[in-house]
């Protein structure tokens, strides 16, 4: 483990402690947003009050089984990177962030694939990771053709990253494919949604996310599931044989409360054979990439630099 930008820690708190104070004047999320409230998330941008802006260079279609997903395919394509919004199942689209995964896709050479899988509460698990996995199958046997390259990477941010754990895990399961994604890139993931000691202990400290909103996500997502049922492998990929899993890349920050999700994932990721890069950011909340901070500027430079080179 490796924790980093230590030299910025008075920056990051001090971004906590104001975001906490301004909690107040924030719609609060409970267990049961009502319709209007997940609306409005679902137009804003991910941890912000203003629309999403969308690009001309993004691209909707529809994919094998009816799925949609946005593209970015720059002049030079050296790589196809399947990404998967957060948002904890719930909020968040493939369109709510065009200038970033623009940017990645020019800098890194990478047609980048974002899916707009089904969102809880109108379609509970499985319908998102059935979604995902109908995507990376599309990938899997289009990509060359489509893109004029077979390597593909695969990745995303919170409940994105759970989503590409347990993508790569039922294409090696259900279709016995292993291989075919080089490398995975894992922002700020839940992956035990039984919750891990760091999300039960987090409490009600009012940052991005905290003991009370991660419930809330889970019932959202699994409804009627009780805490035994969380802990199939099915639903929380930390319980899952990661047996044939591609080289990763793990970050997560120390004050989030899913820190315990990606210390476990990476060393049960590395004790099955893969290398694993874990990075965990010094002050760092969850989501913190949403925002304008010095460590979200280092952060995204090296997920970058990552998918510019993994799986070469």
Excluded: K
């Excluded at 008075?10 to 004047?25: D, G, K």
């Excluded at 990253?161 to 839940?190: C, N, Y």
């Excluded at 003991?211 to 930390?238: A, H, K, N």
């Amino acid at each position: 483990m490796t924790i980093t930008d230590e030299d910025c820690l008075a920056e990051t708190l001090a971004f906590n402690e104001h975001f906490e104070a301004a909690a107040a004047s924030r719609p609060a999320r409970g267990q049961t947003p009502d319709a209007a409230m997940l609306e409005t998330l679902r137009r804003n941008r991910l941890g912000g009050d203003t629309p999403a802006v969308r690009l001309p260079q993004g691209h909707d279609r529809v994919v094998a089984g009816g799925v949609r997903v946005r593209t970015f395919v720059p002049d030079h394509v050296d790589g196809v990177y399947l990404h998967i919004h957060g948002g904890g199942w719930a909020f968040g689209s493939a369109g709510g962030q065009d200038e970033r995964l623009w940017q990645l896709a020019e800098q890194a050479r990478l047609a980048v694939v974002s899916v707009e899988y089904r969102l809880a509460p109108e379609h509970p698990f499985p319908a998102g990771p059935d979604d995902c996995e109908a995507a990376a199958r599309w990938l899997v046997d289009h990509t060359a053709a489509e893109f004029g390259t077979g390597r593909l990477l695969i990745g995303g941010e919170s409940a994105g990253a759970h989503l590409s754990v347990m993508t790569l895990l039922r294409l090696r399961d259900r279709h016995h494919i292993t291989g075919a994604f080089r490398a995975a890139h894992l922002l700020f993931g839940p992956y035990d949604l039984s919750m891990t000691p760091s999300q039960r202990s987090f409490g009600p400290r009012p940052l991005l996310s905290n003991s009370e909103t991660i419930r809330g996500s889970y019932e959202l997502f699994t409804p009627g599931m009780g805490t035994e049922q969380r802990r199939d492998p099915q639903v929380s990929p930390l319980f899952a044989d990661m047996a044939g899993l591609p080289p990763a890349r793990i970050v997560v920050g120390t004050e989030d409360p899913l820190l315990d999700d990606s210390l476990f994932l990476a060393a049960r990721w590395q004790a099955a054979g893969a290398p694993v890069e874990l990075g965990v950011v010094a002050g760092a909340m969850h989501g913190f990439t949403l925002f304008p901070l010095t460590i979200t500027e280092r952060e995204l430079r090296r997920q970058r630099d990552f998918l510019t080179t993994a799986g070469r």
